[in-house]
C-alpha cells in the first residue's frame, strides 16, 4: 500500500512540474544512427549515465523513476542498440526492456580489401543504402574519419543492426572498432619495433594477414618482416604487388609484374607500403607488435598453406627448390 501512495504522489508531482510531457515526448537523436549498448551487470542509473554523456538524455533522474516507476529498472537486456530516429523516454525504456537488438547481420572478412567491403555492404538487403554514391573520401568524411585512403581502417567482425539501418552504421562502427583495437595493440606493442606510429603498425599488420596461410606461422611471418626493415632490406611481398596491379590482376604474378614499380611494389621501393592493403583481423595485428624473435629474413610457401622459414639467402633457395620448382 505505500508502494503505491509513493508512486501516486510521484506521478502527481510529474504532473504537475510538466515532467510527464517530457517523458513522451521524442529526444533528438546526437547523430544518426544513434549507437549504444548495453553491458551484463549494467544497473538503470549507469545506463542513464551513459546516455546522458552521449548527450542523448538531458533528463536522467527522470528516466530512473520512470524506469521504476514502469518496473522495468530490473528488466534491462544487454545487447548493441542503434536508434534510426527519434524516442522518447517511455519508448527507449521499453526497447531496452524488451532487448530489442539489432537482429541482422553483415558479416567482414579478414583480408578482404577496402573495394570488398563496400560491396557487401551495398550487397546487404538489409540495409538502408544511402552511401552508394559517395566516393571513398566522400565516405570517410561521413563517419568521421581524418584519413584520406580507406584501405585497412576497418575491422573485421561480424556487426549486428536493425534491419533498416543506414550503411553509415557498419562503417562508423566499423571504424571505431578498429581504432580502438589498433591503439590497444600498439600501446601494448614490443620494443624497438622498427614502427612508428600505429598506422606503420597497421600497415604491417595487413601485410602480414595476406601473407599468412596458417595461423600459426603469423608471428614468424611477421618476425621476418621486421627483421627485414631493421636492415633496410626491400621487403619483396607478393601481396602488395598484387595490390598495386588493382582489378586487372588476372591471378598469375609474373616477373614483368615483379619489375613493374609502383608505390605498392615492395620489389623495387623499400620500407612499408603507403597504405594497408586489406583488413588484418585482431590476430595479424598483435604479430606486427609482437613478432617472434627470429634471425628468418626469408620464407617461402611449402604447398600446403604453412611456409618455410630461412636464415640466409643459401638455405632459402633450396628451400625454393624445395617446394616451388
Known amino acids: 500500500m505505500k508502494k503505491i501512495v509513493v508512486a501516486l504522489l510521484l506521478i502527481v508531482s510529474f504532473a504537475t512540474a510538466g515532467l510527464g510531457f517530457v ?37 536522467e533522474t527522470l528516466f530512473v523513476w520512470l524506469g521504476r516507476l514502469t518496473g ?32 541482422s547481420q553483415l558479416s567482414i572478412i579478414e583480408g578482404w580489401t577496402f573495394r570488398q567491403l563496400r560491396a557487401a555492404v ?11 554514391a559517395l566516393s571513398d573520401a566522400e565516405l570517410l568524411r561521413r563517419i568521421g574519419a581524418t584519413e584520406t585512403h580507406p584501405e585497412g581502417l576497418f575491422f573485421p567482425d561480424t556487426y549486428f543492426f536493425a534491419a533498416g539501418s543506414s550503411d553509415v552504421l557498419i562503417f562508423k562502427r566499423a571504424y571505431r572498432t578498429m581504432q580502438q583495437k589498433l591503439q590497444a595493440a600498439w600501446s601494448g606493442r614490443a620494443a624497438g619495433l622498427p614502427l612508428r606510429d600505429p598506422y606503420e603498425a597497421l600497415i604491417l599488420a595487413s601485410i602480414v594477414e595476406k601473407e599468412t596461410g596458417t595461423p600459426g606461422d603469423r608471428s614468424m611471418i611477421a618476425g ?43 620489389y623495387t621501393r623499400a620500407g612499408l607500403t603507403p597504405t594497408p592493403i586489406a583488413l588484418p ?15 628468418a629474413l626469408y620464407f617461402v610457401a611449402r604447398g600446403d598453406g604453412s611456409s618455410q ?5 643459401e638455405a632459402h633457395n633450396r628451400a625454393v627448390n624445395q617446394y616451388q620448382k
Open 23 to 59: 517523458a513522451y515526448q521524442p529526444m533528438p537523436l546526437p547523430g544518426t544512427p544513434f549507437e549504444f549498448s548495453v553491458q551484463a551487470g549494467s544497473s538503470l542509473k549507469s545506463v542513464a549515465r551513459q546516455l546522458g554523456l552521449a548527450q542523448l538524455l538531458q533528463q
Open 72 to 103: 522495468k529498472s530490473g528488466k534491462l537486456q544487454t545487447g548493441e542498440y542503434a536508434l534510426e530516429q527519434p524516442v522518447s523516454m517511455l519508448e527507449l525504456l521499453d526497447i531496452i526492456s524488451k532487448g530489442q537488438v539489432s537482429e
Open 122 to 132: 551495398d550487397e546487404n538487403p538489409d540495409l538502408r543504402h544511402t552511401t552508394q
Open 224 to 266: 621476418v618482416f621486421v627483421n627485414r626493415l631493421r636492415r633496410g632490406m626491400l621487403l619483396q611481398t607478393d601481396p602488395t604487388v598484387i595490390y598495386g596491379i588493382g582489378e586487372k590482376f588476372d591471378g598469375n604474378i609474373r616477373k614483368r609484374d615483379l619489375l613493374n614499380d609502383t608505390p605498392y611494389n615492395t
Open 281 to 295: 583481423g585482431i590476430a595479424s595485428l598483435q604479430a606486427a607488435l609482437h613478432p617472434a624473435p627470429t634471425n
Open 309 to 313: 622459414f630461412s636464415s640466409t639467402l
